[in-house]
């Protein structure tokens, strides 16, 4: 069992930045590829972004691609989401979560574990 817990969420104005965290609490946290994903009321969790364990291969959705970068330290068991450019479409509660198999999964249904979120709000 893989506990997650994010943190770095807050409220930023449109154009700042924010670094989310996402701290694992197995040393097995290696064995897993990781990723982010956002949901805003009233709408489906989205696939944000996704790296692999080694943290040699990631992707993006196109909503996010040039503004947001995912990372990981696994001496640290933790993965990173540093997302720059805000937008007021960027709020919502940010989840990371943890995925078994070889390539980078997009879809939810594909991780196994999850954090219990943490809100992004982007003010206009």
């Known amino acids: 069992q893989v506990q997650l817990v994010e943190s770095g969420g807050g409220l930023v104005q449109a154009g700042g930045s924010l670094r989310l965290s996402c701290a694992a609490s197995?040393?097995?946290?290696?064995?897993?590829?990781m990723g982010w994903f956002r949901q805003a009321p009233g709408k489906e969790r989205e696939f944000v972004a996704a790296?692999?364990?080694?943290?040699?291969?990631?992707e993006y959705a196109d909503s996010v691609k040039g503004r947001f970068a995912i990372s990981r330290e696994n001496a640290k068991n933790t993965v990173y989401l540093r997302m720059n450019s805000l937008k007021p479409e960027d709020t919502a509660v940010y989840y990371c979560?943890?995925?078994?198999?070889?390539?980078?999964?997009?879809?939810?249904?594909?991780?196994?574990?999850w954090g219990q979120g943490t809100q992004v709000t982007v003010s206009s």
């Open positions: 979560a943890a995925a078994g198999g070889r390539e980078i999964a997009t879809m939810p249904v594909e991780y196994t574990y």
């Open positions: 197995e040393r097995t946290f290696i064995r897993y590829n």
């Open positions: 790296i692999n364990w080694i943290g040699g291969s990631t």
